[in-house]
T-cell receptor, first 114, second 113 residues
Framework: EPEVTQTPSHQVTQMGQEVILRCVPI?????FYWYRQILGQKVEFLVS????????KSEIFDDQFSVERPDGSNFTLKIRSTKLEDSAMYFC????????????FGSGTRLTVV | QKEVEQDPGPLSVPEGAIVSLNCTYS??????FMWYRQYSRKGPELLMY????GNKEDGRFTAQVDKSSKYISLFIRDSQPSDSATYLC?????????????FGKGTKLSVKP
C-alpha cells in the first residue's frame, strides 16, 4: 500500500527558530496538502499545492509559513519564526487526479515549540 | 453556526454492537463526504467517501449522506475492539479537482471486549 512519509516524527524547537517539516507524497499523486491538529482540536487545513504553486491557503497560513516542492519527490513546510501556538501535529496529505477519492495522510510530525 | 458539527463522545460500546456516528453541516456547497479513522498520535486514515446523497457500503462499514438534512452517518456493524479509535467526518466544499477538507472534531469510540 503506497503511503505518505513524514520526517521527523517529533521535533522540538525553541521559539523564534525556523523549522522545516518534510514529506514524501505518494509518487503518482498530483495534489499536496498540509494540515495541522492542535492537541484536542480539529484537523485544520493550511495549504494546498498543485502544479508547483499554492492553489489555496487558509487564514492560518500567514507570512511565516511557506511550502516548497524542491524536487520530484519531497514536499516541505517551513515555519520561519516559530511561536508557542505553532505547537501541533502537522500532517502532509496527497491525492490523485480523481476528485472525491479522499486524501492519503502521513503519520504526522509532532512539533513542540518551547 | 459551525460548518461541521460532530459529537465528540466518548462513545463506549460492547463488542459486536452496531455503532452509529454522525455529523451535521451547514454549507450546502459540500459535495464530497468522507470518514476517517484516527488512532492516537497517527494520521487520519480514509475509511469511506461518498459523493452527494445516498448510501455506500464497504464490509462492516456503511456511509449515508442526506444532503436535504445536511446530515451524514457512518455505521459500523459487528464492532471489534480494533475499531477503537477517533472517527472524523470530513467534507470537501468544492467538487472539482482542488479543495481543502473541512473536518469535524471527531468522535472517540471505544469497543469493549
Amino acid at each position: 500500500e503506497p503511503e505518505v512519509t513524514q520526517t521527523p516524527s517529533h521535533q522540538v524547537t525553541q521559539m523564534g527558530q525556523e523549522v522545516i517539516l518534510r514529506c514524501v507524497p505518494i509518487s503518482n499523486h498530483l495534489y499536496f496538502y498540509w494540515y495541522r491538529q492542535i492537541l484536542g482540536q480539529k484537523v485544520e487545513f493550511l495549504v494546498s499545492f498543485y502544479n508547483n504553486e499554492i492553489s489555496e491557503k487558509s487564514e492560518i497560513f500567514d507570512d511565516q509559513f511557506s511550502v516548497e516542492r524542491p524536487d520530484g519527490s519531497n514536499f516541505t513546510l517551513k515555519i520561519r519564526s516559530t511561536k508557542l501556538e505553532d505547537s501541533a501535529m502537522y500532517f502532509c496529505a496527497s491525492r490523485d487526479r480523481t476528485a472525491g477519492r479522499g486524501y492519503t495522510f502521513g503519520s504526522g510530525t509532532r512539533l513542540t515549540v518551547v | 453556526q459551525k460548518e461541521v458539527e460532530q459529537d465528540p463522545g466518548p462513545l463506549s460500546v460492547p463488542e459486536g454492537a452496531i455503532v452509529s456516528l454522525n455529523c451535521t453541516y451547514s454549507n450546502s456547497a459540500f459535495q464530497y463526504f468522507m470518514w476517517y479513522r484516527q488512532y492516537s498520535r497517527k494520521g487520519p486514515e480514509l475509511l469511506m467517501y461518498t459523493y452527494s446523497s445516498g448510501n455506500k457500503e464497504d464490509g462492516r462499514f456503511t456511509a449515508q449522506v442526506d444532503k436535504s438534512s445536511k446530515y451524514i452517518s457512518l455505521f459500523i456493524r459487528d464492532s471489534q475492539p480494533s475499531d477503537s479509535a477517533t472517527y472524523l467526518c470530513a467534507m470537501n466544499p468544492v467538487g472539482g479537482s482542488q479543495g481543502n477538507l473541512i473536518f469535524g472534531k471527531g468522535t472517540k469510540l471505544s469497543v469493549k471486549p
